[in-house]
């Protein structure tokens, strides 16, 4: 077909590139090519302002925290230290909990967990800077949200041990919590599908004319998917009420962020494809993610339209139980993580206000660990994974639809019969 | 009391439940000033506003999925997929969410939607917009799934469907939008005006979902079927002279086990017809069940009249579809084995 | 659950935004709000430079020709007269091509045809600065890609009546041609899925260190499409040998631009967030078109990555034969755009170099309205659409496999028994 | 001959070929120098290199929409996707291109690909780790779908499902990656290192496509099965001293119908077993198909043993899953009726 035979032969060889972390098991991880800005640096537009206005902040990091744990720029939120220690107690509370809930699954309690370790304060503060009344559609990752709302921690751990106290009756895997009074939508174990929904039910509200947002949230992996792009182009052409949240802690699983597109753009840079304001933020600082989440819920409720976060983090701790991060990247990457533990700075920030000191620390710690372990007791008392399956089986043939129609109904019976066989007594 | 087409009856169902429910939200491809490339929605957007019906991106993934967080929120999306064919990119969604979700949040969050859209071929719509993916969606716990197959029944399905607390997934024929069709692709066109069925009260009424109707009595066999085939199998059983009794399932899931189960029993014999493709389709699960809870009584195997297993070729459209002959030639097996 | 139950009756109801385009029927259109570039004004980056020099042009428009038939600026491609009057007879030819088979089917002749009249430059100048290796992945409206790669008008024209001559076989809906050869990837009738496949194809160009480049083509409406978002990932991820292009033809059907995003943001500007290379070009302008094409094929082919390109043009016909545009735009529409005709301009410009008149214009004209016809001629005599259907029909069980499985035989078999009967013969 | 589990089976299968065949790539998520979160395809970057071996974006339709490219540029893409419960973003790739793409090109342009899946429950995944899709493939004309129930199978099965010319949907039984499984969750887990078919060649062979094996022998009834499933039956079958002939499908789409008619007319009887949702599965078209094709030699209705209709629920998963009650309960039914 080619009256040119011998172009090719003159080309250059094309290549594919694979994008490679920078670091492996073996090698030290060295992070100070990150160009973090200093605490204070980058501006605030007005919530109002054109989303343009906004996208030189998308390559940049928004950052309230400096080194010496004060609150500097633009960006802060001048919280008073009640709320400030409450964010404390809050993130503190999220990581006893994970770490208990980790050992459980290690103890054959139950079959699997996920720890956000390194990342409370995202989750934390953003449930702080919204409204109660706000809708999350959140992933696996923001168990803060519950803790923040003040969710009972035990009823966390009975849906992670799929006991009698469950809501979710047993139906769930561990951590895919649900609840609508706390704004917590259903957690998904396929990503990404909340990200429009969360667009959708902020279309729903400015439908209606309320004035409650949402909040949807993704992993920087999980970007790649295609639902990522339905809630962008949703949120930008209804402009609808809604924060679009990417966390972004570095890795997804055992691929690094360059595998979602990171080596050539930032997440939060998505945002200026669509024309949606972008802002990128320290995941570790406390007050920036504050301060972020509330300048985009004041520029939703006012009808100036959605806002993109990246929040970045890094994923100090395994992807889960299921994972084990020494077979894919490198020793000692959590501790060289430059920005830092956000628990940390918080404390030392609230330290720095004179509003906080290293005994009443001690002693919040210790209250803590004694509320979380009464909260796994109580909860345990309910049963472990291991001790169900057999208790109430009817109600496992329920809500499938809102009335049981005939074949279920059949089936029931039939899954009563075999249980009765098995068990050799009634099943409860 | 007016004489509709489907979709006149679609439409009008769509009007009269707008106007009774401010929480139905109606949206999609090409749904709002122009009311769809059917015309299912025409004149929505001209009465109920712009934020009642609308536009959507050409996103079906998006179109589900903003419609989950609306149902999350407390609305009653309404949403039309402009071919059955379009519908893959939504699949996800739609049986990961809309279908699990009273499920796995015990009942907590529910999802009351209308997954409208219509299928089927007989248009010369060529491999995309001919298909009838029915069966993807009844093996999907969760959901409903009905196909009506006139314009009485579509208005009060789709009635039905709307008032119902549980996802349905609503597939429309579209080669009988306009007229029922027998099969005989070489006769001039009939319009529904003709049919009683056409007779489509105004206002509100409903069909129930998850009933079948028995729309031709009979003794020889039983004939399952339900959308276009459904005129298909009448034509067919008045052109060779059976007396079989056919059943217009209407709702594929849930099923009415129970209307099929009697007649069977009472004939003997049943024949099952789809368009879909053979392997795998719809037809397969209803043998399957006959012959499990009628074995005793039946006389002969179950056979099926379906479309083949290939894609729904352009010009081979009056090869690929189960027509007349089709028809002829399985009504005689059933009944002469 | 709220401790503040008054906030939300002092907040502002919201309020969903619904697009409109700015003309519906009844409307006189009126085009003077969008801002055209002058021609030459837009620079031009190296093929080498950083995509993020080029997220500047995204926001505007590259234009060659001006008002005068002039080409001007950095972007002209000079090209020689006699590749000038091949683009153009080519784009003339595309033009009387839709006329004339719009008409077959109007006639009954085929069930369905699309015009792609008004954007003829886009896909010829694409085809005439590519290479003839390089593989597209086109949508139903680049049909100037075969006319501009010399692909049989008898041909294309046999596949729109599905008869003897359609080398797809009667198998797919008029105008979904597909030939490898000409580099035509098979048309997919589900919108969006040749996106991904065009990055794909590109991949393995890549892995194979082979030369050749490839070209997706996508709709404006369609880039709402979650394969979109897939194509634009991983094409920034693997840095593929790609050129993905938009044609914004304004309008998705009955659906205007601005339900697909382009409110607030170019679909060229999408590229900005994936830190892809970004070009948004006058679609009515031929040599702008070719420039922006050759531009992003060489940064392509020497491993710069992958270049996003927004055509801007406009649908000048209805979305198809089964679609009748009066219903919801405003009369013309299509006169008032003010980037006028392509082919137009293309002959001003010739004529303003000397290198054409209107009797040589005239005999073109000529010439090739007789060749279609000719061709057209021709491909009747081997059938048209409402004469096919039941001749050969053992070839529509094959393809499903490579081979044919005992249940596709047994139904061929059936399908023959049938067509007997129906015929009252053996089918041929 | 080397001792293998089936992930080690199926990493060697992988191996086997690519240092066969150049244009086989291999890409998914987590894939690239983890070797997959199941370890399937560990060592193969290393081996191959990165660009025969890596990591896709979080994106099922781009994993399989791409791979539509690379086979039309001439490549082999062996792709993973995580788990079958996330394969629904890819849907429309896979059904509306990768299986249609030889149909509708003619021939032109074939999709030589291999998508491999871990599929099916009993490792408390819950909903959405556990779910066993095969039915919405196998009716999707244009598609192989291979199940594999044993290391020896899973090495030969996808090496032929690799040399095949057509798209092959691979679903791996995860229960069983690592030992066969009798149903019996309360017992001790068996390794592979036990069973006679974790003997596999070192090196090229294959289990061809399209043909079941008769594992067991028998005369009372015949029980079709596949992956997971077929340990379990066979179990149920000595536990309860049933003769039993069992066949093992292997491919189910295309069926290998001459093996199962041979069986069924033989014993007269025919139970079904799926691990998946009941309503519309695949053993629906296996029972479909046996009573139209052996309804006179049938002495019982073919019946079936299959999940609930109901998503996979985490805690309840030994009453959802087909264990060796309900086997047992349905050979007494088969074989008393
Ligand atoms: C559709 C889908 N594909 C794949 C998976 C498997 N999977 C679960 S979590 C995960 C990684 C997600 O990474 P990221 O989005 O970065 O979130 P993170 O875990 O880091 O919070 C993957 C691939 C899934 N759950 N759903
Ligand atoms: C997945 C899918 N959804 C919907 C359709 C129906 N459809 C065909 S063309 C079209 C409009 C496409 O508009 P655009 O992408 O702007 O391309 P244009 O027709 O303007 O060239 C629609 C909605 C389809 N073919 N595929
Ligand atoms: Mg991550
Ligand atoms: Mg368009």
Redesign the pocket.
């Known amino acids: 077909m080619s009256d040119k035979p011998d172009i090719r032969a003159n080309r250059p060889a094309l290549a594919l590139h694979v994008p490679e972390p920078p670091f492996r098991p073996g090698d030290t991880p060295d992070f100070s090519s990150i160009k973090i800005q200093a605490a204070g640096e980058v501006p605030r537009p007005d919530v109002a302002a054109d989303a343009a206005e906004t996208h030189p902040l998308t390559t940049q990091l928004v950052r309230v925290l400096d080194d010496n744990g004060h609150a500097v720029g633009p960006w802060n939120p001048k919280l008073d230290p009640d709320t400030l220690r409450k964010m404390l107690k809050d993130m503190k509370t999220v990581r006893v909990f994970d770490d208990r809930m980790y050992r459980a699954q290690r103890q054959g309690k139950t079959s699997f967990y996920m720890k956000c370790t390194g990342e409370e304060a995202i989750a934390v503060s953003a449930a702080t800077a919204m409204d109660p009344e706000d809708m999350h559609f959140p992933t696996y990752r923001q168990q803060g949200l519950l803790v923040a709302r003040g969710y009972p921690l035990v009823t966390m751990m009975c849906q992670i041990y799929s006991n009698k106290g469950d809501p979710l009756q047993g139906r769930q895997l561990p951590i895919m919590y649900s609840d609508k009074k706390h704004g917590f939508f259903s957690i998904s174990g396929n990503l990404g599908t909340q990200y429009p929904q969360a667009v959708g039910w902020a279309m729903a509200s400015a439908i209606k004319g309320d004035s409650r947002i949402a909040m949807g949230w993704i992993g920087d992996g999980a970007t790649a998917e295609g639902d990522f792009h339905s809630a962008m182009t949703f949120a930008a052409v209804y402009q609808a009420p809604v924060i679009l949240a990417v966390v972004n802690n570095q890795w997804a699983i055992s691929s690094f962020s360059g595998i979602a597109g990171a080596e050539q753009a930032t997440f939060a840079a998505r945002a200026v494809g669509y024309g949606i304001a972008g802002l990128r933020v320290d995941g570790n600082d406390a007050l920036a993610v504050y301060a972020a989440v509330k300048w985009a819920s004041e520029r939703a409720r006012t009808n100036n339209g959605p806002t993109t976060i990246e929040f970045f983090t890094y994923r100090a701790e395994g992807h889960s139980t299921s994972d084990d991060p020494t077979g894919y990247r490198a020793k000692g990457e959590a501790e060289e993580w430059p920005l830092g533990d956000p628990i940390a700075r918080l404390k030392a920030h609230l330290v720095a206000l004179g509003e906080w000191d290293e005994e009443r620390d001690a002693a919040l710690d210790k209250e803590i660990d004694s509320s979380v372990r009464g909260a796994q007791k109580e909860a345990e008392s309910q049963g472990i994974l291991p001790q169900q399956g057999f208790d109430n089986i009817p109600s496992m043939f329920e809500d499938v639809y809102s009335e049981t129609p005939w074949h279920l109904a059949e089936q029931r019976d039939q899954a009563l019969d075999e249980a009765r066989e098995f068990l050799g007594h009634e099943p409860k | 009391m007016t004489t509709r087409n489907m979709i006149e009856a679609i439409n009008d169902a769509h009007r009269v439940m707008m106007a009774r429910d401010e929480d139905i939200v109606v949206f999609g491809?090409?749904v709002g000033y122009f009311g769809g490339v059917f015309r299912a929605t025409a004149g929505l957007q001209k009465e109920f506003g712009k934020t009642r019906c609308f536009d959507a991106p050409?996103s079906?993934g998006g179109i589900v999925g903003t419609a989950v967080g609306m149902a999350a929120y407390g609305l009653k999306p309404l949403i039309e997929i402009?071919?059955a064919d379009?519908i893959y990119?939504g699949f996800d969604q739609i049986v990961s969410e809309v279908a699990k979700m009273r499920y796995r949040t015990a009942g907590e969050w529910t999802m009351p939607m209308v997954i409208r859209s219509p299928y089927g071929g007989g248009i010369f719509g060529g491999q995309?917009h001919s298909q009838s993916p029915e069966a993807l969606f009844t093996h999907c716990a969760g959901l409903k799934v009905v196909i009506p197959s006139n314009p009485y029944d579509a208005k009060g399905l789709l009635i039905a469907a709307i008032e119902d607390p549980d996802p349905v997934i609503f597939f429309e024929p579209k080669r009988i939008y306009n007229g029922p069709f027998d099969g005989h692709h070489d006769r001039p066109v009939k319009p529904w005006s003709k049919n009683e069925l056409s007779e489509v009260p105004d206002g509100h009424y409903t069909v129930p979902l998850g009933k079948a109707k028995v729309v031709r009595e009979g003794e020889a066999l039983t004939v399952l079927a339900y959308g276009t085939m459904v005129h298909v199998a009448l034509s067919a059983i008045e052109d060779n002279g059976i007396d079989a009794e056919v059943i217009d399932l209407r709702t594929l899931l849930p099923l009415d086990m129970a209307t099929i189960e009697q007649s069977v029993k009472k004939t003997g014999r049943c024949l099952v017809v789809q368009e879909a493709t053979k392997t795998g389709g719809f037809a397969s699960e209803l043998a399957t069940l006959v012959q499990e809870r009628c074995f005793y009584h039946l006389e002969a195997p179950v056979e099926r009249v379906t479309g083949w297993d290939t894609p729904y070729p352009h010009a081979y459209e009056w090869v690929y579809f189960p027509g007349p002959i089709r028809m002829k030639n399985a009504l005689k097996k059933v009944l002469e084995a």
């Open positions: 491809e090409d050409i079906e402009q071919f379009y990119p995309t």
